[in-house]
Nanobody, 117 residues
């Protein structure tokens, strides 16, 4: 059974940092592209960052330079480190896994990030 479990969401002040984690079970990070998405209240879900199975990374312009996506093969965890957080980063953050060939996709349940003073 495939499971993606996000954690690390919190209430932080503007300018703060957070590290989100996505614990993955049932699939290998070596064969899946991994991504972090977010959905802010009243908005569509959007891509935040992704890392391909071969390690190529890509970021939304809104977080470029403030975020880093990484993965730990031993722990089977994908991280999203975010710095200089802004109120507009407030959203539910979701982890996604997509098979590099078939396109089969899995989602986590999400973790809430709130940036507010």
């Amino acid at each position: 059974q495939v499971q993606l479990v996000e954690s690390g969401g919190d209430l932080v002040q503007p300018g703060g940092s957070l590290r989100l984690s996505c614990a993955v079970s049932g699939i290998s990070l070596m064969t899946y592209h991994m991504g972090w998405y977010r959905r802010a209240p009243g908005k569509q879900r959007e891509l935040v960052a992704r890392i391909t199975s071969s390690g190529i990374t890509d970021y939304a312009d809104s977080v470029k330079g403030r975020s880093t996506i990484s993965r730990d093969f031993a722990l089977n965890i994908v991280f999203l480190q975010m710095h200089s957080l802004k109120p507009e980063d407030t959203a539910v953050y979701y982890c996604n896994a997509m098979h590099r060939v078939s396109g089969t996709s899995y989602w986590g349940q999400g973790t809430q990030v709130t940036v507010s003073s």
